[in-house]
């Protein structure tokens, strides 16, 4: 080898080891950093906390108390949101949800915990505790998700019970709508279609559940946001999580609840990072002033945000014993 092609590989494997090296130092840095920050959160964390979408407020308080005896996150936000999917007058969750235009009730729900694990049922049929049933998915199969007829099959194995969802109040209603059906979302604050629920449990783990009927007179098969995770739902135990409510089309569309959560990464409060998802649906969307979005989220140190596109949404915080109804900020101000 000639000295001066010596000179010059030896020179470039200098610059590769103090390459690697910096970047080694970088990682590792950034390692720390992250434990550092962890560490800073839960000193700051001052108890449990209970977040979910719009006002509904047993569920939220039964969460609470559930964390107040010590539950872990995903077991209180799982007893949280089965409150409205037992309530028969909700009927935007669980039994008693509009159904698709063809009379039936198909439920979707997800749920994700502080490990990172995830489990989730769409267009399940006669079964009333979806959010139950994501759990069992997680926990009882090598998948993440499961859908219709081998959901509920699934949840039969495990001792799930059958029940018929269409209540009959919800019928009437549907017979009433199919004399001159209209397919299309209503911006109205009673028309929330999802509980999303986030918990931080005594020891700072983060967990969540999502669980709906999805849009009232649905397309058969219909599938929103709520049962994907990384849009209706995301958890990242080192950051905080999000939930999301509204058009589920247009959540997908932007993987909201994940962007949600990346925001915060980098440097994001809770408030500005669901200001900036619902944002980014606006600035791609020109129709947006014709259906709603709305998110919620929580930080590992237990800060909260929410923020909408039209006036009417609510959310509901529990902490220190108190279970509070939040108006959130909106888009449209007119």
Same mark, same amino acid.
Do not use: Q
């Given at each position: 080898m000639k000295r001066r092609d010596f000179i010059k590989n030896a020179s470039l494997t200098g610059v590769g080891l103090t390459v690697g090296s910096s970047l080694l130092s970088c990682n590792e840095n950034s390692s720390e950093k992250t434990k550092t920050n962890t560490i800073m959160?839960?000193?700051?964390?001052?108890?449990?906390?209970?977040?979910?979408?719009? +006002?509904?407020?047993?569920?939220?308080?039964?969460?609470?108390?559930?964390?107040?005896? =010590?539950?872990?996150?995903?077991?209180?936000?799982?007893?949280?949101?089965?409150?409205?999917?037992?309530?028969?007058?909700?009927?935007?969750?669980?039994? =008693? +949800?509009?159904?698709?235009?063809? =009379?039936?009730?198909?439920?979707?729900?997800?749920?994700?915990?502080?490990?990172?694990?995830? =489990?989730?049922?769409?267009?399940?049929?006669?079964?009333?505790?979806?959010?139950?049933?994501a759990k069992r998915v997680m926990t009882e199969t090598p998948h993440v998700m499961l859908a219709g007829s081998g959901a509920e099959e699934f949840a039969y194995s495990q001792g799930f019970e059958s029940d018929n969802l269409l209540t009959d109040s919800s019928k009437k209603v549907w017979e009433e709508w199919l004399k001159s059906p209209e397919y299309k979302p209503l911006i109205n604050i009673e028309n929330h279609d999802t509980i999303g629920m986030l918990c931080i449990d005594k020891d700072g783990d983060i967990a969540g559940a999502c669980t709906t009927s999805g849009l009232s007179y649905k397309m058969k098969g219909r599938v929103g946001d709520s049962p994907i995770i990384g849009s209706g739902l995301f958890i990242d135990n080192d950051i905080g999580g999000a939930v999301g409510t509204g058009m589920g089309e247009e959540i997908m569309k932007t993987v909201g609840s994940f962007l949600i959560v990346e925001l915060m990464r980098n440097g994001m409060s809770p408030q500005q990072a669901c200001k900036e998802a619902v944002q980014r649906i606006t600035r791609k969307n020109s129709h947006f002033k014709d259906f709603q979005i709305a998110y919620i989220a929580i930080n590992k140190s237990g800060d909260v945000g929410s923020y909408c596109i039209h006036k009417g949404f609510t959310y509901m915080k529990y902490q220190n014993g108190k279970n509070e109804n939040i108006h959130s900020d909106h888009y449209v101000k007119s």
């Open positions: 959160a839960l000193n700051d964390l001052k108890a449990p906390i209970a977040i979910c979408t719009w +006002g509904f407020v047993s569920a939220n308080a039964k969460a609470g108390e559930e964390l107040s005896k =010590g539950i872990k996150a995903l077991d209180a936000a799982i007893a949280g949101v089965s409150v409205e999917e037992d309530n028969i007058k909700n009927t935007t969750v669980g039994k =008693g +949800g509009a159904p698709d235009r063809e =009379g039936n009730v198909t439920l979707d729900a997800c749920v994700m915990d502080s490990n990172g694990d995830c =489990g989730s049922v769409v267009c399940v049929e006669n079964i009333t505790n979806v959010a139950a049933l």
